[in-house]
Nanobody, 132 residues
Framework: HVQLVESGGAAVESGGSLSLSCVHSGDSWNRACLTWFRQVPGGDDDVIAAIYRHGGNVWYSSSSYQSRFTISQNEARDTLYLQMTDLKPEDTGMYYC?????????????????????????RGQGTQVTVS
């Protein structure tokens, strides 16, 4: 079983910065792929970035996210991070980390990005970010 616990969300002003953390534990096979995504009420997942835990290859879903956000990990501490800068009101939402296995083929963030949606995938409880 995999557990993910996010923290670090807050209310900030436009242009501000936040650092989110996600402590993950459990079956290592099902934590090979780690993803940060955002949800707004009534909306679909907005996948932000993903990382392949073994090797650290990362992927971002857009140039806007890549220029402002940084996904990273402390593998020894089983902690995933999302450093966010130049926050905008449209970044408001509940931020989640998700975990999934590598399907026996993924070795990079791009391939990993949706693995948290698989039948064996997991997500945390989320942390709220509000930008005004």
């Amino acid at each position: 079983h995999v557990q993910l616990v996010e923290s670090g969300g807050a209310a900030v002003e436009s242009g501000g910065s936040l650092s989110l953390s996600c402590v993950h534990s459990g079956d290592s096979w099902n934590r090979a792929c780690l993803t940060w995504f955002r949800q707004v009420p009534g909306g679909d997942d907005d996948v932000i970035a993903a990382i392949y835990r073994h090797g650290g290859n990362v992927w971002y879903s857009s140039s806007s996210y890549q220029s402002r956000f940084t996904i990273s990990q402390n593998e020894a501490r089983d902690t995933l991070y999302l450093q966010m800068t130049d926050l905008k009101p449209e970044d408001t939402g509940m931020y989640y980390c998700g975990a999934g296995n590598d399907a026996g083929r993924c070795n990079g963030g791009f391939c990993c990005r949706y693995q948290y949606r698989s039948r064996s995938g997991h997500r945390g409880q989320g942390t709220q970010v509000t930008v005004s």
